[in-house]
């Protein structure tokens, strides 16, 4: 077994690969407070409730932006699991080429996103990740890693709203009915959702038009869900592609291991 982890500004995904297979992914909130012996148990709560013992986990891989918590993480794996994890940067030998000016500063969960991208849809892509922040990552059908954008996320920018207009309150983020709204929810259902669907079509359409020629474009984070079926242009919705990212750059990595013995 693969325990895959993706420590994010907001929120943290374990994912569980027997094989290729995912058998059980986990979302929960990034504390940044997080000690190892806290991680400790966290993990063996959630290994207690899907029955899954430790011993069986072979390999550990990890991706995050949020640096206090990687060492946290690293130590966790290695008293808990006893296994020394992989750590996802522009360092590895992972095939792709990033042609970003400066490689250091992309984020892990970009490269595994890029990473899984180019392995699983065979050609030009653009990965649109809705996180604590939305980025928009082009990939080449030659596996380059060409850059993209950042914005505010979804519920970044709309918690920003609630706390600087004093009449306006926290809503729900689910798809709204209509685009004009009768009340002050709908209203801002409908600004915050269908805004950030307008950004992601805008962008997306102006990083196509530079790719030229027939570009994939898939949509992944915890709120990819919230714009399937109203984007023009997301084609896909895989929410688990930072993960598979994360398989695919484990098994990479340690097959170049075994290759030079």
Excluded: W
Aim: aromatic content about 6%.
């Amino acid at each position: 077994m693969l325990l895959a982890i993706d420590i994010g500004n907001t929120h943290t995904v374990i994912g569980i690969f027997v094989g290729n297979r995912l058998k059980n992914d986990f979302r929960f909130y990034s504390r940044h407070t997080l000690t190892a012996d806290e991680c400790i148990m966290l993990v063996s709560q959630l290994f207690s409730q899907e029955k899954i013992q430790k011993e069986n986990i072979q390999g550990v891989i990890i991706c995050s932006v949020v640096p206090n918590l990687t060492p946290i993480f690293q130590e966790a794996s290695r008293k808990y699991l006893k296994v020394k994890p992989i750590i996802v940067g522009p360092d590895l030998d992972l095939n792709i080429k990033i042609k970003y000016d400066l490689p250091q500063q992309v984020g892990a969960d970009r490269i595994a996103n890029a990473v899984a991208a180019y392995h699983l849809y065979k050609g030009p892509t653009i990965v649109v990740d809705l996180g604590t922040a939305t980025t928009f990552d082009a990939i080449s059908g030659d596996g380059e890693y060409l850059g993209g954008a950042i914005a505010p996320g979804i519920e970044t920018s709309s918690a920003n709203l609630f706390h600087r207009a004093a009449q306006l309150y926290k809503v729900g983020l689910d798809k709204p009915q209509k685009a004009i709204g009768t009340n002050t929810t709908e209203s801002l259902k409908s600004g915050i959702v269908f805004g950030a669907i307008g950004q992601i079509d805008e962008i997306t359409r102006r990083i196509k038009k530079e790719l030229r020629g027939k570009v994939f474009v898939v949509a992944t984070g915890g709120l990819a869900k919230l714009v399937a079926g109203e984007s023009k242009t997301v084609q896909k919705i895989n929410p688990t592609l930072t993960l598979q990212g994360l398989r695919i750059i484990y098994n990479m990595v340690t097959a170049k291991k075994k290759k030079r013995g």
